[in-house]
């Protein structure tokens, strides 16, 4: 069954205990928490202080999207806030390798995202150290943005990626997730939902929660 990230960058800020309270009592199986540092991509969020405080609110999975340049620099730290998986980004890593590597023996599940430009191909040679490729539907750096419809291909050519590598690394599909396009990532062979507008501004997120997770 699909998984559902709700992405907490649309939530209201000033509720965070409450949003994390509904979030603990929907479908949702993961937090899904973008860390953003002006540089990588321009827009600057939250570090490992707030996550830490949400932390202590919720048992729930925290996968943590790193949207800044350097992610190796702060992999023990997003471990001790509290991160399950640590994603970084394809494009901000100069030693992918070693740093899939150190997430990993930190303790936590590594995760690789790709922008919209970035081939699928290019992480072939490091498939069997990466438990999740988060593709990015949208350019990272703001929640509401439109989905690119170029991504059904790409979840498809990494789909097949998996099989003929034997890997089972998850495929999470992360902006402009909403009810129109859903049904057919999964069909395109996408694990992880992430949602944050789509969640966030409807009148009852718990219940978008809900209809994403059965969609299929
Ligand atoms: C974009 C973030 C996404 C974003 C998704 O840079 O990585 O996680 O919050 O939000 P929506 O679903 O609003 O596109
Ligand atoms: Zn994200």
Redesign the pocket.
């Given at each position: 069954m699909i998984l559902v990230a709700p992405?907490l960058?649309?939530a209201d800020f000033t509720r965070l205990a409450e949003v994390s309270d509904m979030l603990n009592h929907s479908d949702a199986d993961w937090f899904?928490l973008?860390v953003?540092d002006g540089v990588f991509?321009p827009n600057l969020t939250f570090g490992m202080h707030v996550i830490s405080q949400l932390r202590a609110l919720s048992q729930k999975v925290f996968d943590v999207?790193l949207?800044i340049v350097q992610p190796e620099r702060y992999i023990d730290d997003f471990r001790a806030a509290g991160a399950d998986i640590l994603t970084i980004h394809y494009e901000a890593s100069t030693h992918l390798h070693r740093s899939l590597s150190a997430i990993r023996q930190s303790g936590m599940k590594a995760g690789v995202a790709l922008n919209p430009h970035t081939s699928v191909h290019l992480i072939e040679e490091v498939l069997d150290m990466i438990d999740v490729v988060c593709l990015?539907s949208?350019n990272?750096?703001?929640?509401?943005?439109k989905f690119i419809e170029n991504t059904y291909v790409k979840v498809m050519k990494l789909h097949e990626m998996r099989s003929n590598s034997g890997e089972n690394f998850l495929i999470e599909v992360?902006?402009?997730?909403n009810m129109l396009n859903a049904a057919k990532l999964i069909d395109a062979g996408a694990d992880v939902l992430?949602?944050?507008?789509?969640v966030f501004s409807s009148d009852n997120p718990i219940e978008t929660i809900h209809k994403l997770k059965t969609c299929k």
């Open positions: 992405s960058l649309s899904h973008d953003m991509v999207h949207m990015m949208v990272p750096g703001f929640g509401g943005q992360d902006g402009g997730v992430v949602a944050g507008n789509f």
